[in-house]
């Protein structure tokens, strides 16, 4: 559960910083100054939640190997070698399936866009 959590935080805060990213880098040249402010404080507030999220993240990696080492203890090769396939898999299919909302959700975006812009 803390897995899924931890993966989730890490992928929420990369889209938003990615998003206020992009929001920066579109301001034109006449953009008024107070949106820039508010944006790169919004960047400056993800970066370190971000960071702290990495830190959470690594921690979670120590607690991970010293649970594998201690179902090690008890559970057969086989079985052990299916435990740690399982941990592996998780979070990559976490990681895949945010992606994919995130595309599901662009793609709608651009379809409103569209439909608007008839």
């Known amino acids: 559960g803390d ?15 990615a998003r206020v990213e992009t929001a920066l ?7 008024p100054a107070e949106d820039k402010v508010v944006l790169r404080e ?9 960071e702290d999220a990495k830190e959470l993240k690594e921690h979670m990696g ?3 190997e010293a649970v594998g080492a201690m179902v090690a ?13 399982f941990v592996k898999m998780k979070s990559a299919l976490i ?4 992606e994919l ?5 662009l793609g709608q975006e651009q379809l ?7």
């Open 3 to 17: 897995l899924d959590k931890v993966v989730n935080l890490l992928l929420s805060l990369s889209g938003r910083l």
């Open 25 to 31: 880098s579109s301001l034109g040249p006449h953009a």
């Open 42 to 50: 919004k960047q400056r507030l993800l970066v370190a939640q971000l």
């Open 62 to 64: 120590r607690r991970e």
């Open 73 to 85: 203890r008890y559970l057969p090769a086989e079985h052990l070698q299916d435990y740690r396939h």
């Open 95 to 98: 990681t895949e399936q945010r």
């Open 101 to 105: 909302e995130e595309k599901i959700k």
């Open 112 to 118: 409103r866009c569209l439909h608007e812009s008839l």
